[in-house]
Nanobody
Framework: QVQLVESGGGLVQAGGSLRLSCAAS????????IGWFRQAPGKEREFVAK????????AYADSVKGRFTISRDNAKNTVYLQMNSLKPEDTAVYYC??????????????????WGQGTQVTVSS
């Protein structure tokens, strides 16, 4: 059974940093592209970042570009999201998601096979 477990969320002041982790089990991790999404109260879920199965390519939403960095360690079955210069508008529940690598990387969200349960990030002003 595939499991994605996020951790590392919390309360931080604006300008601060957090590092989220997504630990995967029940799958061959290197066969999956991994992404981070977030959902704020009253808003739709939105894409944050994604990383290719090999780690050779990453992509970011414009709203986080230059502040967030996604990385992965396939030996540890874990993906990270380093979030710096956090803003109150980054407040949301953050979810990681796995998409099999044989689906187009460009169409990540439409081919998600598994979602994590989410971790809350709250940025105070």
């Amino acid at each position: 059974q595939v499991q994605l477990v996020e951790s590392g969320g919390g309360l931080v002041q604006a300008g601060g940093s957090l590092r989220l982790s997504c630990a995967a089990s029940g799958l061959t991790f290197s066969n999956y592209n991994i992404g981070w999404f977030r959902q704020a109260p009253g808003k739709e879920r939105e894409f944050v970042a994604k990383i290719f199965w090999s780690g050779s390519s990453t992509a970011y939403a414009d709203s986080v570009k230059g502040r967030f960095t996604i990385s992965r360690d396939n030996a540890k079955n874990t993906v990270y999201l380093q979030m710096n210069s956090l803003k109150p508008e980054d407040t949301a529940v953050y979810y990681c998601a796995a998409s099999p690598k044989y689906f187009p990387y460009s169409n990540f969200e439409k081919n998600v096979a598994s979602w994590g349960q989410g971790t809350q990030v709250t940025v105070s002003s």
